[in-house]
């Protein structure tokens, strides 16, 4: 029973996490304020749900080793990656013109993401082939590579 309602503190953690990441998108696309405002309101919405990430974190888990220990710059690190991510979705997914002129900025980036999402399966392919197809020393060496190296 216990366990069930520290999953659901969690869970309910993650999702005012969220929100509150979506409230600071929304407010920050929606207002008249200059970059600066804007800016300094994104950090500090960052910060707010890092330390509810890391407090969310020590309270569902029993305080925890990985969240007890966490400093703050993880927790910060955690929450930040989460929004790069939320907001290259949704960059992603933008539409590449504007009233018949082109948007290059979204363009780019989608180009950029295919790219890498193609070079990372080339490489993958790479590794997969190298393990399989070649001298018995070179097998060896395609089976203790990282991925990355095959990159």
């Known amino acids: 029973m216990t366990r069930q309602i520290f999953q659901g503190t969690l869970g309910a ?9 979506v409230c600071a998108f929304v407010l920050l696309s929606w207002t008249s304020l ?7 309101l994104l950090v500090i919405a960052l910060i707010a749900a890092a330390y509810i990430f890391r407090f969310g974190g020590q309270l569902a888990f029993g305080n925890r ?7 703050f710059g993880v927790a910060f690190g955690f929450v930040l990656a989460a ?18 002129v082109p948007r290059a900025g979204v363009i780019f980036f989608r180009w950029a993401v295919q790219g890498f999402v193609i070079f990372a399966v080339a490489a993958f392919l790479f590794r997969v082939l190298g393990r399989s197809i070649g001298t018995e020393g070179s097998k060896k060496l395609f089976r203790s590579m990282p991925l990355t190296a095959a990159f």
């Open 13 to 21: 953690l993650i999702v005012f996490a969220i929100l509150l990441a």
């Open 65 to 71: 080793p990985f969240f007890r220990d966490m400093p």
């Open 34 to 40: 200059s970059f600066v405002p804007k800016a300094l």
């Open 83 to 100: 929004a790069l991510l939320v907001f290259g979705v949704w960059y992603y997914f933008q539409p590449t013109d504007t009233d018949g």
